[in-house]
């Protein structure tokens, strides 16, 4: 199964319909049926909890079904995969916010644009969302099923 990673010039004409799972309750919401772009994603400013930068939006990665997988945030040439299930957005703002503070954060290993990881496979995938506390989708799912009575 192949993925697609997206840089900067390449994602600016491309229209994105965002279909992730449905936003928390304290998260902005968009309009039913509305659509984000690529670019109002691309660039934009990531911190987090209190206020912290965690720098920028440098590319995006889809899943072969079109859906975003992961922000790639760079800060100083550093860059840092980060679940979109991990990040609140603000599209209005551009902004995106991820719930870690500085020290945690600080402790997900970074890389460069010379060499990005392997994205999907299932060490790289689970260690990546453990960071953020998170299972990855497919797991989530099986989760869920499980409790349902």
């Given at each position: 199964?192949?993925?697609?990673?997206?840089?900067?010039?390449?994602?600016?004409?491309?229209?994105?319909?965002?279909?992730?799972?449905?936003?928390?309750?304290?998260?902005?919401?968009?309009?039913?049926?509305?659509?984000?772009?690529?670019?109002s994603i691309l660039g934009a400013k990531v911190?987090?909890?209190?206020?912290?930068?965690?720098?920028?939006?440098?590319?995006?990665?889809?899943?072969?079904?079109?859906?975003?997988?992961?922000?790639?945030?760079?800060?100083?040439?550093?860059l840092v995969t980060v679940p979109w299930d991990?990040?609140?957005?603000?599209?209005?703002?551009?902004?995106?916010?991820?719930?870690?503070?500085?020290?945690?954060?600080?402790?997900?290993?970074?890389?460069?644009?010379?060499?990005?990881?392997?994205?999907?496979?299932?060490?790289?995938?689970?260690?990546?969302?453990?960071?953020y506390g998170l299972t990855p989708g497919q797991?989530?799912?099986?989760?869920?099923?499980?409790?349902?009575?």
């Amino acid at each position: 199964m192949s993925r697609i990673v997206l840089r900067g010039a390449t994602v600016v004409a491309l229209l994105v319909a965002i279909a992730a799972p449905a936003p928390a309750e304290d998260a902005p919401t968009r309009k039913a049926g509305s659509t984000v772009r690529a670019k109002s994603i691309l660039g934009a400013k990531v911190s987090l909890r209190g206020g912290a930068s965690a720098g920028t939006v440098e590319d995006i990665v889809l899943s072969d079904e079109g859906v975003v997988d992961y922000l790639i945030v760079s800060n100083g040439g550093k860059l840092v995969t980060v679940p979109w299930d991990a990040a609140k957005f603000d599209y209005e703002k551009r902004m995106a916010t991820i719930d870690l503070n500085q020290e945690a954060y600080e402790k997900i290993p970074t890389y460069t644009s010379e060499r990005y990881p392997e994205f999907y496979t299932p060490t790289y995938r689970g260690q990546v969302y453990k960071y953020y506390g998170l299972t990855p989708g497919q797991e989530r799912r099986l989760e869920r099923r499980a409790r349902r009575p």
